[in-house]
């Protein structure tokens, strides 16, 4: 059998200490941070090309070169699909094929474009958010989505939610953090058929195991 190698590094054995008093603390209080200028108009401008279509909505968070949007879109024509990532090099990213018309990719920082969306009555049908940075040093719960005062707004959005990561404890704590806000979660390992992403890619072909979590969010 080959080897399976996991090159996450973390200074954590299990989960986070702090996880659950986080969580709850983001729980009770709102997060009040202004809402950026540029992620406002972005969001501004993609409530006008909703209303062109009613249209469930797919939202793929943290979609770096936008493969999975794509994927989406054509997998589900009558769904808007929704890519939105804070690296504008990652979204420039060259393709060969046009975009589907169902496909909106753009630029925007995730913390204030979930509020958006919460405050406007956004509801997701699939939300995904494929392989997000780790954060793996203990000292950096509050990056990890789990851990950031924006993951109760992120679970009113609705819709089957489902993570990936070559990091099993980001999910574990993830699966954590559900528990507390009410919801049930499954976290399996799986093999790919077909990459949905550049980093589901390189991490499958660098013999490294691939977790994912789904919940049905009511
Ligand atoms: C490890 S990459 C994964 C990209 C893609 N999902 C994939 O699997 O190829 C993580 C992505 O999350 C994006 N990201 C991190 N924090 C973000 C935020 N606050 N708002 C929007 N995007 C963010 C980064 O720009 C990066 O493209």
């Known amino acids: 059998m ?52 009613e249209r469930p909505l797919i939202f793929d968070a943290c979609c770096g070169v936008g493969d999975s949007s794509r994927a989406l879109a054509k997998k589900f024509p009558d769904h808007w699909v929704i890519g939105i990532d804070k690296s504008a090099h990652r979204l420039a990213r060259e393709r060969d094929e046009e975009n589907p018309e169902n496909l909106i990719l753009a630029r925007a920082d995730l913390n204030d474009f979930y509020r958006l969306a919460f405050e406007a009555g956004w509801q997701f049908s699939r939300h995904y958010i494929l392989y997000p940075n780790p954060w793996p040093k203990a000292a950096h719960l509050g990056r990890r989505w789990h851990g950031a005062p924006v993951f109760p707004t992120m679970l009113y959005l609705g819709g089957m939610l489902e993570l990936r990561s070559n990091w099993k404890l980001y999910l574990e704590e993830f699966q954590l953090a559900l528990e507390i806000a009410g919801h049930a979660a499954q976290l399996e390992a799986f093999e790919p058929t077909e990459y949905m992403t550049s980093f589901e890619k390189k991490f499958h072909q660098s013999k490294q195991r691939l977790w994912r979590l789904q919940a049905h969010l009511k």
Do not use: C, W, Y
Not at 17 to 29: F, S, W
């Open 2 to 53: 080959e080897a399976i190698s996991n090159t996450v590094i973390s200074n954590q054995n299990g989960p986070h200490e702090r996880l659950a008093e986080t969580v709850r603390k983001h729980m009770d209080k709102p997060f009040l941070r202004p809402i950026a200028e540029h992620t406002l108009r972005v969001f501004e401008g993609i409530q006008q090309t909703l209303s062109t279509a």
